[in-house]
C-alpha cells in the first residue's frame, strides 16, 4: 500500500503525463493540418508521395534533436519512421483521388 504523500506525488505526476498527451495530441494534429497541404500540393504538381532525401535528414535531425533533449535516438527515429509511414500513406491516398 502506498502511504498519502507518494499516492499525492503519483496523482501530481501522472495529471503532468496527462496534460503532456493531450498536448502531444494537439501538436500532431497540427502537424497532419500542414502534411495535408503538402499531400495535396504534391497530387497537384504530380510529385511523389515519399521523399527518400528529405526523410533521411528529418531523421538526421529528430535524432540530434533527441540527443539534446536527452531522449534515446532510436526511440525518436522509430517515432518519426511511423509518423512518416502515414504521411506517405497519406500523401499516396491524395494521389488517387
Known sequence: MIDG???QELEEIRASIDNIDAALVHLLAE??????RVGKLK???KL??????????QIER??????????DPAFAEKFLNF???EVIR????????
Open 62 to 71: 529528430l535524432r540530434a534533436k533527441a540527443l539534446e533533449a536527452d531522449l
Open 43 to 45: 497530387a497537384a504538381h
Open 48 to 57: 511523389p508521395a515519399a521523399d527518400p532525401s528529405r526523410e533521411a535528414r
Open 83 to 85: 509518423t512518416i509511414e
Open 31 to 36: 502537424r497532419f493540418k500542414c502534411t495535408k
Open 5 to 7: 504523500s507518494a499516492a
Open 90 to 97: 497519406h500523401h499516396e491516398a491524395f494521389q488517387e483521388d
